[in-house]
C-alpha cells in the first residue's frame, strides 16, 4: 500500500507509515484544538520535505491570514507557491440559496487548481463552515456527501477539518462527515494538555490509544510514546 506521511513529527508511526494514498481524513475538534495548524502542516511538509505540491482550501479564513499564520512558524511558503509546490486559495461562498450551485462553481476552481500545480495533497478547512450556508439537515448532509465524494474523483489525499462541540465522542459538526471519508483524527484541548486520538482509518492498521501533542515552534509535535488516559479528556 502507497502511503502519504504527514510529516507531523510522532504521527506517521501512529499511522504505520502514514495516510492511505487516495484516502480522505476528517480532522475533528472543537474550538483552539488546532485542527487549522495540522492541517497547514500537512500541505508544507509535503511540498517542503516530499516534494508533493498541495493546496490548501479555506471557507473562513483569508488567504493572508493563513499565510501569515504559517509564516508564524517561520515556514517558508512564498518560495514554495513560486515553484508550484503550494498554493492557497479562499472558497466564495456567500448565501444560503444558491450554495449548491456556487459549491459546483467553487469545485471546478478547485479542480483546475488541483491540475495546474499537480496537486497530490489537498485541505478543505472547513466543512463546518459549508454546512452552516444551508439552513436544512436534509440538505446539509446531502451537499457534504456530494462534496466529499468529488473530492475523490481529484486523487489527492484530502484532508477535511469540522469544528465539533466540546464532548470528546463528537467526530463532526452535522453528523454526516466521518462516515463520508475514510479516516478520522480526533483533536483535543483540555488546558493546559493537548492530545490526538485516531478514531479510524480504512485499510490500514493504526495505534488505538490517545496520545499528548504539543505545539512547537516548528508547529505539531506528538508525543507517540505517551498515552493519555479516556477518561481525563473532558
Known amino acids: ?98 450554495a449548491n450551485k456556487q459549491i459546483e462553481t467553487e469545485l471546478g476552481i478547485i479542480r483546475d487548481q488541483v491540475k495546474d500545480i499537480n496537486a497530490q495533497r489537498l485541505v478543505i478547512d472547513s466543512t463546518t463552515a459549508l454546512g452552516v450556508l444551508m439552513s436544512r439537515p436534509e440538505a446539509i448532509r446531502n451537499t457534504l456527501f456530494k462534496f466529499v465524494d468529488a473530492l475523490k474523483d481529484l486523487n489527492c489525499t484530502t484532508i477535511l477539518t469540522t469544528e465539533t462541540e466540546i464532548l470528546k465522542t463528537k467526530f463532526s459538526a452535522f453528523g454526516v462527515e466521518e462516515f463520508v471519508v475514510d479516516g478520522v483524527i480526533a483533536l483535543y484541548f483540555t488546558p493546559p494538555h493537548r492530545s490526538i486520538f485516531i478514531r479510524k482509518m480504512r485499510g490500514t492498521a493504526h495505534d488505538k490509544n490517545v496520545h499528548p501533542f504539543d505545539i512547537t515552534k516548528e508547529g505539531i509535535v506528538v508525543k507517540s510514546k505517551e498515552q493519555v488516559l479516556w477518561e481525563a479528556i473532558k
Open 1 to 98: 500500500m502507497e502511503r502519504v506521511k504527514t510529516g507531523i513529527k510522532g504521527l506517521d508511526a501512529l499511522l504505520t507509515g502514514g495516510i492511505p494514498q487516495g484516502s480522505s481524513v476528517l480532522i475533528s475538534g472543537g474550538a483552539g484544538t488546532c485542527k487549522t495548524i495540522f492541517s497547514m502542516q500537512y500541505i508544507y511538509n509535503g511540498a517542503k520535505d516530499m516534494q508533493e505540491p498541495g493546496l490548501f482550501v479555506t471557507v473562513e479564513s483569508n488567504a493572508k491570514n493563513i499565510m501569515w499564520n504559517m509564516e508564524s512558524f517561520n515556514w517558508d511558503i512564498r518560495k514554495l507557491q513560486d515553484n508550484k509546490l503550494m498554493n492557497i486559495y479562499r472558497l466564495k461562498l456567500n448565501s444560503d440559496e444558491e
